[in-house]
């Protein structure tokens, strides 16, 4: 009787065995390395996404590899899967419903692809996706309502591509987007109230873009935001009102820019304002109230401009000014600039300057002030 028991019971263990391993090898492709909740694909000379049936899997690495597409649903079965990496393939295009049914997922990375077309819907289906990266790839037209699924989404990365025009509910749906990054692109125009719908943005970066003007408008539903950048673009002209819904920024990067002069009520609103960069413009003059209000400035560039004269007037509201840059103008030495000259004197102990250099009269060119 003991040996029949045995017999069954050996049967019975081995039967298990046999269909564990059996699971196991139909879980992971051949190219990847498994275990329980990940699936590793990563630089195996993949063409295509492979069938993956892991309904248990929390991430699939399928970055460096030749993919050049992705069927609609491929990934539907993953319903628990948390990050997706896409990284450095060949990606040209994202059809409709690409990632229906990924649900769970919260970071899509398709970096470095080759993406050229985005259907409108290619992100269906993404509800608790909080970070997406799409950056590195040819992307110059983002259809209106893409993000439109997207309400959860914190970080959005944009760099690095060709986007030159973003139209008008290109960000609808994003009222949770903290932070946007579009840097390197081709933008020129931004038109109207493009990003109102980006109510708890606290970071933009647009630097290395083509934008010529800020219109009144631009920003002014976002008043979260903390970090403006638009560094290097060919921004003549900023409207008087451009920034007056951003009551809580801090930091302001309009260098490298073609602005020629710092009218009053610029920077008028936004008063919390504690880092300004204005180097490297055209800035000949600076309006006297045109720093009026902001206590908390505490670092204000200036260097690289067309300044001749200055009257130190304007800062006397700035008390926690800190950092004055006003190198690389061409100051102009004369009984005019004896106010400055004295002013910097005096507060030589509060305020870190770098060197003032004259540049007119001849004989003066070169001292410092
Ligand atoms: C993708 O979805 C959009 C919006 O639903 C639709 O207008 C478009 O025709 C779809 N494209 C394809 C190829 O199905
Ligand atoms: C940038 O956009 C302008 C028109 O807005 C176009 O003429 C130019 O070719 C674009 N540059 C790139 C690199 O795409």
Known sequence: ISIICFTVNYACILCIA???MFDTTSLCPEACNCNDMDVFCSNSGLTYVPQI????????DLQYNVISSIQPRSF???????ELYLGHNRISFLVNQSFSGLSNLLYLDLNKNQLSSVQRDAFNGLVNLRKLRLSGNDVSYLPSGLFSDLKMLELLYLEDNRISSLSRNVFKGLGNLRELYLSRNN?????????????SLSD???DDNAITRIWNGNFLTLSELKTLSLS????????????????????????????SAI???FLSRSLHLEEIDLSGNQIGTVEESALDGLRFLTVLKLNNNNLRYLNPGVFKTNLQLSI????????HCNCGIIDLKNWLKSSSDRILTTFVKCSIPEKLKGMYL
Not at 241 to 256: I, Q, R, Y
Request: with cysteine; net charge positive.
């Open 324 to 331: 004055l840059d006003l190198h690389d103008n061409p100051w």
């Open 76 to 82: 539907e079965s993953l319903k628990k899967l948390k």
């Open 232 to 259: 290097n673009n060919v921004i003549t002209e900023i409207d008087s009102g451009a920034f007056n819904g951003l009551s809580k920024l801090k930091v302001l990067n309009v260098d490298g820019n073609r602005i």
């Open 187 to 199: 933008v020129t125009i931004l038109s109207g109230d493009v990003f109102k719908h980006l109510r």
């Open 204 to 206: 933009i970066q647009l």
């Open 263 to 265: 009218g009053k009520q």
């Open 18 to 20: 046999v269909q564990c």
């Open 53 to 60: 049936l892991g309904t248990q899997l929390n991430r699939l």
